[in-house]
């Protein structure tokens, strides 16, 4: 080998070790490796059918890694390769090391294209992956970012050479690699973009630059074309992805990106990790550390004179980076309110990726440049502070948090047996945990966010119930009901034998409690060992434990049968809140009012009998919600308000939380003159009625509302009970066309929910329509009386207010908890005695149809939870049948002999299934909560979205296309030695 060959290879090794340095303990050590976001799939092959499915119903109880969950599909794909490679993991603790491997040498590549320097190409790599930002995005876990800032210089070396030459070629490889770029990281993509269409700017001549750009299109076409499998799909979600980033938020992920921190690349959040770092040093070496940190900013200047991309680099992303900090305070914040989804971006620092690119640049030219003058003996010098600027790099673990440890086995485990088992199920994992959970197998790591939960993106062989994020959604059917957060909360309020019909609502079939959790959130409310060891407790008390898998107990719901499909003719309908379902036996067909439309409403009463739960409402609430015109509070213009799903821990916001007042949305406030505007769409002149779902705190309260910029009312709904109900706003003459609604918070703190605009007659005609409704003899009616938990000593009389719809017996129920003397119900001045029976007094009154006063006189010493007043009797239906259900693949199902009115597929809540009469094939409108009006016989089946089919034909198509043009040469040159060798045998 000759010596120049022997040298190359050195120099190729030291940027090989210079790339592998920082993570050499993860290399050479045993065990699985997780940090922040960086959570490698445990099943990475079920993640790319879920990606390819778009919208598995498996996921839409548990969590969606992104709003678009096919766009995961290649980083799922390159996870799954070194899962089979590699194994799980020895994949999560070498993907880290392999991106930084790829990184190095893409960037020596791009340094080589510019300067012709092994030091300089040197020094580029060194500063490109040993940074400050480098270790927040590493201690951050933010592996998609890295992996397409590793990818980017090698994209951006082809896509200069292709311009530079006007050659093909290099545009279509580079095209390859920003394609991957866009699907990996949806972050870093549209940055590169910019540095894209500048670059042909520094040629001479209109012409010449015109000419250019039509590369420069090519390569960003076939970019999107490669990408339209996912990309075509976005109009299909769009409506769902809804932006909970506020202002306030920007401001404090902005709040350590000054101009200074950005310039000398430090990153924005996680203070406490430098501090921990310099306590490692002595206070010389510390002054020195900041000193340097001003080192890349230097070379950028130096290499002024020589190249200038860098430097306009660097100044249109430090304006970006900067955030809603001084100096670029307006710029930023006009760009996060008025540029759709630029607050992807709430983390601002993720701009300095782009001037870590160019400071690399810059540096080697600028090496380049003292190398060529008496100086060159700097040249090293500066590579080595470069290295002591990002020294906790060089400490080969990181200064301590890039450790591995044991996997817990027992997940695997219990999927293993839960594949075993038969039938269609969920399954709950406990604690409920939102964001994670503190593991008692994780070693603790100094100042660093420590709640990882191993299977927060895996997909386990059952659908899961418990993992969500704060903001996300359950349900699918029009962004309804967010019920993961209430039934989570209600498990550490109450026990569990009141929460059997919300499980058997979501086929909760077996319940996982997790041993191995120690601390775990819920609505943002941190829950300790003693709320967990609670949890158990209640669990031990209710259900059979099952199995023991090490640190996970296994407990089987015995009122679930696992099957897909159930017939019903009986059908709950809520006027009111979640709360509703821990207090009253569910039926299988259940309806919230507010997901319902008038005519859905007729559907489900002419196809079952029905039963109307008005918890703590009344049938105006019912009437408000299906005449109305609605305006969800997420479409409003906010200034001071912001979604609640980041505050759910505040007094007030956790209450509606718990009671499961949570419905379309909810925005909140405490900040005094903060607005709220709606455009108000009129169809026709009339007198109206606005309604606002509120809640406000007793300080006192004040809304001012306006109407087109005049004052209309003052809105002081203040109840001592903390309701989170409908209010009347005014009555009002509108003429047709939009009209513009303020309400201005003048002082407390308030909620709002769903804002209503209904016409008065319409409202007065659907009041008539509910009371007839409710007097049929096949509709049934339960009222619940539930505020704060009352508490009587020795004596005590509670009066309430029911409405009844018709004369008829009904039941008194009243939970009480405590030593309970003598009762008396007195109900409309009629005295009626009262059975006691360990937590239930109960006793059977007479009504009239209209409004009844309830009296209830009690001695002892009790805690009163609430009061039901249920009409008695029950409606004689005949016996419903199973229906035979065959499953021709997991998009469809055939369904006969449906003997019930109503049919519930309990495996999806998910809108894209469809069903079909197979007598007529025409689709069978579904009601909500996937529940379908029952046929003879029927199909029911997700619908695939053609654009998603098309998408999937264009990558595919435009893919084979360049691999065909790039591979064609190759093709030519294998022909001619064929030929050339047939002719010598000639």
């Known amino acids: 080998m000759s010596r120049s060959r022997m040298i190359s290879i050195v120099k190729l090794i030291v940027i090989f070790l210079l790339s592998i340095t920082p993570f050499i303990e993860l290399i050479v050590r045993d065990g699985y490796f997780a940090i922040g976001d960086y959570v490698l799939p445990i099943f990475p092959d079920r993640e790319i059918i879920k990606c390819i499915s778009l919208w598995d119903e498996s996921f839409l109880i548990g969590r969606l890694t992104t709003p678009i969950p096919l766009a995961n599909l290649p980083q799922y794909i390159i996870y799954y390769i070194m899962h089979v490679l590699l194994g799980f993991e020895n994949a999560s603790r070498l993907l880290f090391p392999i991106v930084f491997i790829i990184a190095g040498f893409s960037m020596y590549t791009l340094s080589k294209y510019f300067v012709k320097n092994y030091t300089s190409n040197l020094a580029s790599v060194t500063l490109y992956i040993y940074n400050p930002w480098i270790i927040d995005r590493i201690l951050s876990g933010h592996i998609s970012i890295l992996i397409a800032y590793a990818l980017t210089p090698l994209m951006l070396a082809l896509y200069f050479k292709g311009i530079d030459e006007g050659r093909l070629k290099p545009i279509l490889q580079s095209s390859l690699l920003l394609a991957l770029i866009i699907s990996i990281s949806y972050h870093l993509a549209p940055l590169m973009i910019l540095i894209i269409l500048i670059y042909p700017l520094k040629l001479k001549g209109l012409r010449n630059i015109l000419r250019t750009y039509k590369l420069t299109l090519i390569i960003i076409m076939l970019a999107m074309l490669l990408n339209s499998y996912w990309i075509i799909t976005f109009p299909m979600v769009s409506e769902s992805i809804n932006s909970n980033v506020s202002i306030n938020d920007i401001e404090a992920l902005s709040i350590e990106s000054n101009i200074v921190n950005v310039l000398r690349l430090h990153g924005y959040f996680w203070s406490g990790w430098w501090n921990v770092f310099k306590s490692g040093l002595p206070s010389i070496f510390t002054d020195l550390w ?10 950028l200047i130096l290499s002024f004179k020589r190249v200038k991309l860098p430097l306009l680099i660097v100044i249109i992303y430090s304006i970006l980076a900067v955030g809603l900090n001084w100096p670029f305070q307006p710029v930023n914040k ?29 540096t080697a030219y600028t090496i380049d440049w003292i190398s060529r003058t008496k100086l060159r003996g700097l040249t090293i010098a500066i590579i080595v502070l470069l290295l002591i600027n990002s020294w906790p790099l060089l400490t080969g673990n990181l200064y301590g948090y890039l450790q591995p440890f044991d996997f817990p086995r027992e997940y695997m485990d219990v999927d293993h047996w839960l594949q075993d088992k038969s039938g269609n199920f969920r399954v709950l994992w406990l604690p409920p945990v939102e964001i994670g959970a503190e593991f008692s197998w994780r070693p603790k790591m100094k100042g660093l966010w420590s709640i990882i939960d191993p299977i927060r993106y895996s997909v386990f062989s059952k659908p899961s119930v418990g993992f969500t994020h704060v903001e996300e959604w359950f349900g699918g059917v029009r962004d309804t009901i967010w019920f993961l957060h209430f039934l989570h909360n209600q498990i550490y309020y109450r026990g569990f034998s009141e929460l059997i019909p919300i499980l058997n609502i979501l086929n909760v079939k077996y319940i996982i409690f997790r041993r191995d959790v120690t601390a775990s959130s819920c609505t943002n ?39 897909d499909f159930t017939a019903t003719n009986n059908s709950l309908i809520i006027v009111g809140d979640l709360e509703a379902l821990t207090i009253i036996p569910n039926m299988e067909a259940t309806f919230m009012i507010e997901d319902l439309s008038m005519e859905e409403l007729n559907t489900i009463l002419n196809l079952s009998n029905t039963t109307f739960v008005f918890l703590n409402t009344n049938i105006i609430d019912a009437a408000v919600h299906l005449a109305g015109d609605i305006y969800n509070p997420l479409s409003f213009l906010l200034n001071g308000w912001s979604p609640a799903s980041y505050e759910w821990w505040k007094e007030g916001l956790n209450e509606i939380a718990n009671r499961g007042c949570i419905h379309n949305g909810v925005i909140y406030s405490e900040e005094e003159g903060s607005t709220v505007i709606v455009n108000l769409n009129v169809r026709e002149d009339g007198v109206y009625q606005l309604w606002v779902k509120t809640w406000l705190s007793p300080n006192p309260p ?32 509108l003429t047709s066309g939009i009209h513009n609604l303020k309400i201005l918070l003048k002082q407390g703190k308030a909620i709002l929910g769903n804002l209503v605009l209904v016409k008065l007659e319409e409202i007065n ?8 409704i409710l007097s049929n003899p096949r509709v049934k009616t339960i009222n619940i009386h539930k505020h704060e938990p009352l508490t009587i000593s020795h004596y005590g009389v509670i009066e309430l207010k029911t409405q009844t719809f018709k004369s008829g017996t009904y039941i008194v129920n009243v939970k009480a908890n405590g030593v309970v003397g003598n009762v008396k119900m007195d109900f409309n001045n009629t005295i009626y005695n009262a059975e006691i029976s360990n937590t239930l007094i109960k006793s059977i009154v007479k009504a009239g149809r209209g409004v009844n006063i309830l009296k209830i006189y009690i001695e002892g010493n009790v805690t009163i939870s609430h009061i039901t007043v249920v009409e008695q009797g029950e409606v004689k239906i005949k016996n419903i049948e199973e229906p035979i259900v065959t499953k021709k693949s997991p998009l469809e199902y055939n369904i006969e002999n449906i003997s019930g009115n109503i049919i519930v597929f309990k495996q999806s809540y998910n809108p894209l299934w469809l069903a079909y009469s197979k007598e007529t094939c025409k689709p069978i409108q579904s009601l909500i909560f996937n529940a379908y009006p029952a046929q003879k016989e029927m199909v029911i089946k997700l619908r695939i979205r053609e654009a998603y089919i098309a998408g999937i034909i264009i990558s595919i198509a435009t893919l084979i296309a360049i691999i065909t043009i790039l591979s064609k040469p190759y093709g030519i040159r294998i022909l001619r030695k064929v030929h050339l060798k047939t002719l010598s045998k000639g």
Request: charged letters at 20%; hydrophobic letters at 40%.
């Open 765 to 772: 005609q659907t009041i008539l329509k509910l009371e007839g």
């Open 702 to 733: 004040s809304l001012k509302i306006y109407l087109d910029n005049s004052w209309l009312t003052d809105l002081n709904p203040y109840s001592p009970t903390s309701a989170f109900k409908y209010t009347p706003i005014q009555t009002i003459y």
């Open 334 to 362: 006009f760009l996060y309110e008025n540029i759709p989804f630029y607050t992807i971006y709430r983390d601002p620092n993720k701009m300095v990726s782009m001037i870590c690119l160019a400071y690399s640049i810059a």
């Open 525 to 563: 409310i941190l829950r300790g060992e003693e709320d967990i060891w609670r949890v158990e407790s209640e669990l031990n008390k209710t259900f059979k434990l099952t199995h023991r898998i090490g640190c996970l107990r296994i407990y089987e719901n015995p009122y679930v049968n696992p099957r």
């Open 290 to 299: 900041w000193t340097l940190s001003f080192l890349p900013f230097i070379m």
